[in-house]
């Protein structure tokens, strides 16, 4: 579910998202304001990319990871599939920030379940 209300405190949007899903399943590629994720339960795999490099995707995630290690497997790079992407892991009880307008997907790597802030104070962010 996704709440959505104007934040007094900021003067911009706020949007709250719960996330459950099993192994396999995450978000495609993105971009939007500030980021605040919380996973509870199970583990998480992030890209990340700097704004000059983001884009949006709707390649479902297990597909994009699998591409993304065959390109980085074809051209011998950091195995990333790019030099432009970052990649971590999120485990259960980590917090996650995600600056304005950084482009990032997930994969969970097990059964997740947690929570999401997205929160923006500039209006270009989440229109």
Not at 31 to 48: D, I, Q
Not at 90 to 99: E, L, N, R, T
Request: hydrophobic share 40%; aromatic share 14%; with cysteine.
């Amino acid at each position: 579910w996704k709440l959505m209300a104007p934040s007094p405190a900021f003067g911009g949007s706020q949007e709250t998202q719960f996330f459950l899903g099993p192994a396999g399943s995450g978000a495609p590629v993105h971009y939007h304001g500030h980021a605040v994720n919380v996973l509870a339960y199970g583990a998480k795999r992030w890209k990340l990319m700097a704004p000059s490099h983001a884009f949006y995707s709707k390649m479902p995630a297990e597909e994009f990871y699998l591409s993304r290690i065959a390109e980085g497997n074809a051209t011998e790079s950091t195995g990333l599939g790019s030099p432009h992407e970052l990649e971590c892991m999120q485990y259960a009880g980590d917090v996650m920030f995600v600056p304005t307008l950084w482009g990032h997907g997930t994969l969970n790597t097990l059964q997740s379940i947690g929570t999401a802030y997205e929160f923006s104070i500039e209006s270009f962010c989440m229109e």
